[in-house]
């Protein structure tokens, strides 16, 4: 059964950075797009970055680029969401999920096959 697992969310000040990691299991990493999405309180949740299966391609929500980075390292089918300039607006519940069939543009929730279990960011003002 795939398994992704997702570490390092957290409580951080604004202006602050993170970094989330998920590892995946049982899953043929490099040929899977990776993303990352999320959910705050009482609302539905989005996309937020997304790296095609050799990292050339990646994907931003508008609201994350030019503070968010993601990527990937296939040897260690882990895949990576780098957060700096965190904001209160980026408290959220961030999900890595996976899909052999999208591309880095797909941004729909309903396309991704894989999901974590989830891990909490919250950004204090």
């Known amino acids: 059964q795939v398994q992704l697992a997702e570490f390092g969310g957290g409580l951080v000040q604004a202006g602050g950075s993170l970094r989330l990691s998920c590892a995946a299991s049982?899953?043929?990493?490099?040929?899977?797009?990776m993303a990352w999405f999320r959910q705050a309180p009482g609302k539905e949740r989005e996309f937020v970055a997304a790296?095609?299966?050799?990292?050339?391609?990646?994907n931003y929500a508008d609201s994350v680029k030019g503070r968010f980075t993601i990527s990937r390292d296939n040897a260690k089918n882990t895949a990576y969401l780098q957060m700096n300039s965190l904001k209160p607006e980026d408290t959220a519940v961030y999900y890595c999920?996976?899909?052999?069939?999208?591309?880095?543009?797909?941004?729909?929730?309903?396309?991704?096959?894989?999901w974590g279990q989830g891990t909490q960011v919250t950004v204090s003002s």
């Open positions: 999920a996976a899909s052999p069939r999208v591309t880095a543009y797909t941004t729909s929730e309903i396309h991704y096959t894989y």
């Open positions: 049982r899953l043929t990493f490099s040929t899977h797009v």
């Open positions: 790296i095609n299966w050799s990292g050339s391609v990646t």
